[in-house]
C-alpha cells in the first residue's frame, strides 16, 4: 500500500503494482480534452473528473531542463517550427508558456498516479530523469513508460521504479519482460482478449491507448486520432478486460453511462 493518504482519511492503492479491479482511467497527455495538454491546468481538470493517473511526456531544453512537451517541435502546438531540444527553458516558455517542468508536474499529481512518457533516446537523460523521479515524495505514484528495450534495461538495473513499456509490436511481449518491464502499452487497433491475455499472462499489466498511432490514420485502427475514443469503442475494449486505459477524457469513463463498468 502507499503511505500517501489522501483527503478522505483512506490509504490507497498502489496502481502501478497492484490495479485496481476494473480498468484504471490514465488522463493522456495530463487530460487534453479537459484544457491545455501537458499543463497543471489538464492536470487538476484530470484529478477532478476522476482519473486514476495522468500520462505525461518527458523532453529536454538545450540547458538540460526536463520539460513535460509531447512533440519534438513546438509547430502543432504554437506554430513555431523551432524543436523543443534547441531552446532553453526561458526561451521555451516564452512561446509556450503553460509548459510544466518534470518537478513541476510531479507536484501537481497530488495522489493521483503519473505515467512519464519518455520521448528521449539519450540514457543519460534517462538517469537524470529516474533520481529526480525518485528525489519526489510522490514517487510511488509514478510509472516510467519507456520507448526501447535497451532503455527498459537500463532503467531496471538503475531502479526498482516500475515500467511500462511503449514498444511498436506486440511481438515484444516476452522481450518486454525479460528486460524488466511491468507494463505494455496496446494500440487500440492491437487490443484483443487474446492479445491483452498475452500481456498479463506474461506477468505484466496492459494499457490500452485509444485512436490511431500515426497522423495518417491506417484503416485497421480506430478512425479518430491519439487520445480520442467513443462510446463503442470503450465498450469493446472493455470486453479484453485490460488493466488501464490511456485516453484524452477521463470523463468518459467516469460518467454513469460509459460503456465500461466503473
Same mark, same amino acid.
Given at each position: 500500500?502507499?503511505t500517501?493518504?489522501?483527503?478522505?482519511?483512506l490509504?490507497?492503492p498502489? =496502481?502501478?503494482?497492484?490495479p485496481?479491479?476494473? &480498468?484504471l482511467?490514465?488522463?493522456?497527455r495530463?487530460?487534453?480534452?479537459? +484544457?491545455?495538454e501537458?499543463t497543471?491546468?489538464?492536470?487538476?481538470?484530470?484529478e477532478a473528473?476522476?482519473?486514476?493517473a495522468?500520462?505525461?511526456?518527458i523532453r529536454?531544453?538545450?540547458?538540460?531542463a526536463? *520539460?513535460?512537451v509531447?512533440d519534438?517541435?513546438?509547430l502543432r502546438?504554437?506554430?513555431?517550427?523551432?524543436?523543443?531540444?534547441?531552446?532553453?527553458?526561458?526561451e521555451?516558455? !516564452?512561446?509556450?508558456?503553460?509548459?510544466?517542468?518534470? +518537478?513541476? @508536474?510531479?507536484g501537481?499529481?497530488?495522489?493521483?498516479?503519473?505515467? =512519464?512518457? #519518455?520521448?528521449?533516446?539519450?540514457e543519460?537523460a =534517462?538517469?537524470?530523469?529516474?533520481d529526480e523521479?525518485?528525489r519526489?515524495?510522490? %514517487?510511488?505514484n509514478?510509472?516510467?513508460g519507456l520507448?526501447s528495450?535497451?532503455?527498459i534495461?537500463a532503467?531496471?538495473?538503475?531502479s526498482?521504479?516500475?515500467i511500462?513499456? #511503449?514498444l511498436?509490436?506486440?511481438d515484444?511481449?516476452d522481450?518486454?519482460?525479460a528486460a524488466g518491464?511491468n507494463?505494455?502499452?496496446?494500440? !487500440?487497433?492491437?487490443?484483443?482478449?487474446?492479445? *491483452?491475455? @498475452?500481456v !498479463?499472462?506474461?506477468?505484466m499489466?496492459a @494499457?490500452?491507448m485509444v485512436? !490511431?498511432?500515426? %497522423? *495518417?490514420?491506417?484503416?485497421?485502427y480506430?478512425?479518430?486520432?491519439?487520445?480520442?475514443?467513443?462510446a463503442a469503442?470503450? +465498450?469493446?475494449?472493455a470486453q479484453?478486460r485490460?488493466?488501464?486505459?490511456?485516453?484524452?477524457d477521463?470523463?468518459?469513463?467516469r +460518467? &454513469?453511462a460509459? &460503456?465500461?463498468?466503473?
Amino acid at each position: 500500500m502507499r503511505t500517501t493518504i489522501p483527503a478522505d482519511g483512506l490509504p490507497m492503492p498502489d =496502481l502501478w503494482k497492484a490495479p485496481l479491479d476494473r &480498468p484504471l482511467v490514465i488522463a493522456h497527455r495530463g487530460g487534453a480534452a479537459l +484544457a491545455a495538454e501537458n499543463t497543471i491546468a489538464a492536470i487538476r481538470a484530470a484529478e477532478a473528473a476522476g482519473a486514476d493517473a495522468i500520462e505525461t511526456d518527458i523532453r529536454a531544453t538545450s540547458d538540460g531542463a526536463l *520539460v513535460c512537451v509531447h512533440d519534438a517541435d513546438l509547430l502543432r502546438l504554437c506554430n513555431n517550427p523551432r524543436a523543443v531540444a534547441d531552446l532553453d527553458l526561458t526561451e521555451l516558455r !516564452q512561446v509556450l508558456p503553460g509548459v510544466m517542468t518534470l +518537478a513541476e @508536474a510531479l507536484g501537481a499529481t497530488g495522489t493521483i498516479g503519473i505515467l =512519464l512518457d #519518455f520521448k528521449l533516446a539519450d540514457e543519460s537523460a =534517462l538517469l537524470d530523469v529516474i533520481d529526480e523521479i525518485e528525489r519526489s515524495p510522490v %514517487s510511488r505514484n509514478a510509472l516510467l513508460g519507456l520507448r526501447s528495450l535497451p532503455l527498459i534495461c537500463a532503467a531496471r538495473s538503475r531502479s526498482h521504479l516500475p515500467i511500462l513499456a #511503449f514498444l511498436d509490436s506486440e511481438d515484444l511481449i516476452d522481450d518486454a519482460v525479460a528486460a524488466g518491464a511491468n507494463w505494455f502499452r496496446l494500440w !487500440q487497433g492491437w487490443t484483443s482478449r487474446d492479445s *491483452v491475455s @498475452a500481456v !498479463q499472462g506474461a506477468g505484466m499489466h496492459a @494499457a490500452i491507448m485509444v485512436g !490511431q498511432p500515426r %497522423s *495518417v490514420p491506417l484503416p485497421e485502427y480506430p478512425p479518430f486520432p491519439v487520445g480520442v475514443v467513443d462510446a463503442a469503442g470503450l +465498450a469493446r475494449i472493455a470486453q479484453t478486460r485490460p488493466d488501464a486505459i490511456l485516453l484524452d477524457d477521463p470523463r468518459l469513463l467516469r +460518467a &454513469p453511462a460509459s &460503456p465500461v463498468a466503473l
